[in-house]
Nanobody, 130 residues
Framework: QVQLVESGGGSVQAGGSLRLSCATS???????????MAWFRQAPGKERGVVAV?????????YYADSVKGRFTISRDNTKNMVYLQMNSLKAEDTAMYYC???????????????????WGQGTQVTVSS
């Protein structure tokens, strides 16, 4: 069983920055269940959508939603079992609950879908005021 705990959310003015962290309890037996690590977000009245994804592996392939490209950066530190989301140039529309998720290897494109992730954190709120 993998546990994910997010931190780092808060309130910030537009143009500001925040760094979200996700601590995982995964050990070597769970390695296949954390092949993909991702950040999703959900605003009130909206569906949960992918923000950024990072793949475990030599290349650490990443994916970003168009709305955050160039502003957000996802990274992972496997030695510390941590995943991060650096968010710069924040906008009011970035306001949402942000969730960390972990999932196994999946077909190309599947890593963008919340339904394919096996483990989820409790979420951390990000509020950006304009």
């Amino acid at each position: 069983q993998v546990q994910l705990v997010e931190s780092g959310g808060g309130s910030v003015q537009a143009g500001g920055s925040l760094r979200l962290s996700c601590a995982t309890s995964a050990n070597t037996d769970d390695i296949y269940d954390i092949y993909y690590m991702a950040w999703f977000r959900q605003a009130p009245g909206k569906e949960r959508g992918v923000v950024a994804v990072i793949r475990l592996g030599g290349l650490y392939d990443t994916y970003y939603a168009d709305s955050v490209k160039g502003r957000f950066t996802i990274s992972r530190d496997n030695t510390k079992n941590m995943v991060y989301l650096q968010m710069n140039s924040l906008k009011a529309e970035d306001t949402a609950m942000y969730y960390c998720a972990a999932g196994p290897s999946m077909l190309v494109g599947g890593q963008l879908l919340a339904e394919n992730y096996k483990y989820w954190g409790q979420g951390t709120q990000v509020t950006v005021s304009s």
